[in-house]
């Protein structure tokens, strides 16, 4: 008999030494359960009136008994799973492993549970130095059955399923879908019983697992504060500094991979769009505010200032996500702006010209192909937005000379272009009639009208003539 006490020492603490006893027949439990205290009256006391309330005894015993049923719920609940894990356990099958277990393990823990299975010698010796060592033959004499005990573990179950563990091959697809908790547990086990190939295994799960979870979250935290700071940095000069650098190393780090995502952090996704709904909230606040705010108010500047200065930093934004290839969710959010738009109509042009330019930005996109959205998000972005882009294009155009004129009527046309044909021609016909009135106040997109009206009309009517002769010379 060998028996061996399970190590409660913080974790991956080396195993201490067992003291070792041989024996044919296994130990049986020796673990009982000492009964509560009993306490005896004082009978030096006066005697007291009766009272209803419980006494210290009473309460003491109400919650043994409490914790007694708890206690037998989850050793209820224990042996269930234990019982699942050795009906597929691989040591049950004697015709892969050249007959039954010639060595009788049992597994207890501090609670009294208990657990018996006949395992093998040779299997356990080969795969962990622990086993290799406490069953080595002591004597020359003809090999007995062995029983084992290991005494006081903190987790019969993880234990169990260690030993289960060292019968697999395939390490990895064995602990595929476990969770983070239970592998951590089989490593400690492991580790105890010196199961190397069962150590590497968990430190490549958990390496997988956690390793890049953990870098994730802390890139994330970093770029968050990052791009955070720009966004609220008092100083316009050195906002328009940072945000330029941040961006030329955003564009750095893609081109230097070649576009690989591996061992890279780049910010992400959820990053950006946290910002976005900020710069949106802050957005609708700032016009809600100015749309009450009268003339001779003195801080009506300030507050115009901080509309501009949040589509800016929305601009900003947008241009990242369009680089990263992560814009289409954009769309879909602006275009549901109704509310912003409403606000938008009621604030002066010359202050509200620079949220405009975030829709002259999705049109870029969209019309080069840098964004790919379904034919009603692209619908709905020109309904919800479309004339106001047309009310401040004057104003873009003149206040802002990193605006290209060309550029922003170029993709306005090809985004129109994309449209079903109705569509186009109502987009279209509208825009004539405000064109004619506003001239260069007006984007130019007389190309999508041209290429608009040769599809209506010219193609349309090649098709209609051809099939007309395709009658007429049918034979009678």
Request: neutral net charge; charged residues 25%.
């Amino acid at each position: 008999m060998i028996k061996q006490g399970f190590i409660s020492d913080p974790f991956l603490s080396p195993p201490s030494r067992p003291q070792l006893s041989l024996s044919r027949n296994p130990l049986s439990p020796s673990h009982s359960l000492s009964p509560p205290p009993s306490y005896a009256p004082d009978q030096s006391s006066p005697a007291r009136t009766t009272r209803q309330s419980p006494t210290l005894f009473e309460m003491m015993s109400e919650e043994q008994t409490r914790e007694s049923k708890q206690s037998i719920e989850t050793r209820i609940k224990l042996n269930e799973r234990v019982s699942r894990v050795l009906e597929t356990a691989p040591f049950r099958d004697p015709g892969k492993w050249g007959g039954f277990g010639d060595v009788r393990l049992a597994i207890s823990g501090s609670d009294g549970f208990r657990v018996s299975m006949d395992v093998h010698r040779k299997v356990l010796a080969d795969r962990s130095r622990f086993f290799a060592e406490k069953l080595r033959p002591r004597s020359t004499a003809a090999e007995v059955e062995v029983s084992v005990e290991i005494c006081d573990c903190d987790d019969v179950e993880v234990y169990v399923e260690t030993v289960v563990l060292i019968y697999c091959d395939d390490l990895k697809r064995r602990l595929v879908g476990e969770e983070v908790s239970k592998v951590l547990g089989l490593l400690k086990v492991s580790a105890a019983i010196m199961f190397d190939a069962g150590i590497m295994a968990c430190l490549e799960y958990l390496e997988r697992f956690l390793g890049p979870k953990k870098k994730r979250k802390k890139a994330d935290d970093i770029f968050l504060n990052l791009l955070t700071g720009v966004l609220q940095a008092k100083d316009d000069k050195a906002r328009r500094e940072m945000k330029g650098l941040i961006s030329r190393l955003l564009r750095e780090d893609t081109s230097s991979n070649h576009g690989s995502h591996i061992n890279r952090l780049d910010v992400s996704k959820d990053t950006l769009y946290h910002l976005c709904h900020g710069c949106l909230s802050s957005l609708v606040l700032c016009l809600s505010e100015a749309t009450c705010v009268t003339e001779s108010r003195q801080d009506r500047g300030v507050l115009m200032s901080e509309i501009a200065r949040e589509a800016d930093n929305m601009q900003w934004i947008v241009d990242i996500l369009i680089h990263k290839k992560m814009g289409d969710e954009f769309v879909k959010l602006w275009a549901d702006q109704k509310e912003l738009a409403n606000l938008h109509s009621k604030i002066p042009t010359m202050y509200r010209h620079e949220i405009s330019r975030i829709t002259a930005q999705l049109c870029i996109a969209i019309g080069r192909g840098h964004i790919l959205v379904p034919k009603d998000i692209r619908y709905s972005l020109l309904s919800t937005w479309l004339e106001a882009l047309y009310d401040d294009f004057g104003w873009m155009r003149r206040a802002s000379r990193s605006i290209d004129k060309k550029l922003v009527e170029d993709g306005l046309g090809q985004t129109i272009l994309t449209l079903p044909l109705p569509q186009q021609q109502a987009i279209l016909i509208n825009w004539f009639n405000r064109f004619l009135n506003k001239g260069d106040d007006c984007p130019n997109i007389q190309k999508a009208f041209e290429v608009w009206w040769r599809r209506a009309f010219i193609r349309q009517y090649v098709s209609e003539s051809q099939l007309q002769i395709t009658v007429c010379d049918y034979p009678n």
